[in-house]
T-cell receptor, first 115, second 111 residues
Framework: GALVYQYPRRTICKSGTSMRMECQAV??????VAWYRQSPQKTFELIAL?????????EQNFTQEKFPISHPNLSFSSMTVLNAYLEDRGLYLC???????????FGEGTRLSVL | QEKVQQSPESLIVPEGAMSSLNCTFS?????SIWWYQQHPGKGPEALI?????GNKKEGRLTVYLNRASLHVSLHIRDSQPSDSAVYLC???????????FGKGTVLLVSP
């Protein structure tokens, strides 16, 4: 069956350092990949949407300089949180969509803690 | 920008009862509304979606959409303890291919 695999599941980094997380679509080709952050205080925040044959589009309050994303093929995407601070803590979710009108299939997320 | 609001924030129902969750969205042009279920420590899982005005039934789930009032509801018949989870309402903006989520309703079904 189709699933989305995210790695790592949990990570801890020191304040001011960076960490990279990965997302892989298994069993299907993702026409678009969206990265979200779910924090205790806020709902899902869309960070960026990456669609095949289009540039990666970042939402307000999120920038490529802070959250660079690589989407080399239809199955794999990675995002780095650069210079992480306390406000970057949360569960980072990757949602991959197979078709335009299909619901994104989510991975289990990467939980980021910042010391 | 699309805004999605859910109510109540939390809901406790006895096993076997009907659970009713509400959601309002701000953009009447949103193509579809999705409901997701999220268990602790897991990613959200799509349950059911609705595109047209009216209702849609799948198993124990029924969803109602009223575009005029920008309101959608999810009803879970014969609620089970395993239904206990966070339920997220999400509006799909087809123009931007973007899904906007609400903050969720925490459902607890007591045995």
């Amino acid at each position: 069956g189709a699933l989305v695999y995210q790695y790592p599941r949990r990570t801890i980094c020191k304040s001011g350092t960076s960490m990279r997380m990965e997302c892989q679509a298994v069993g299907f080709q993702a026409t678009s990949v969206a990265w979200y952050r779910q924090s205790p205080q806020k709902t899902f925040e869309l960070i960026a949407l990456s669609t095949v044959n289009s540039a990666i589009k970042y939402e307000q309050n999120f920038t490529q300089e802070k959250f660079p994303i690589s989407h080399p093929n239809l199955s794999f995407s990675s995002m780095t949180v650069l210079n992480a601070y306390l406000e970057d803590r949360g569960l980072y979710l990757c949602g991959a969509r197979q078709g335009h009108n299909q619901a994104p299939l989510f991975g289990e997320g990467t939980r980021l803690s910042v010391l | 920008q699309e805004k999605v609001q859910q109510s109540p924030e939390s809901l406790i129902v006895p096993e076997g009862a009907m659970s009713s969750l509400n959601c309002t969205f701000s953009n009447s042009a949103s193509q579809s509304i999705w409901w997701y279920q999220q268990h602790p420590g897991k990613g959200p899982e799509a349950l059911i979606s609705i595109f047209s005005n009216g209702n849609k039934k799948e198993g124990r789930l029924t969803v109602y959409l009223n575009r005029a009032s920008l309101h959608v509801s999810l009803h879970i018949r014969d609620s089970q303890p395993s239904d206990s989870a966070v339920y997220l309402c999400a509006a799909h903006d087809s123009g931007y291919n973007k899904l906007t989520f609400g903050k969720g309703t925490v459902l607890l079904v007591s045995p």
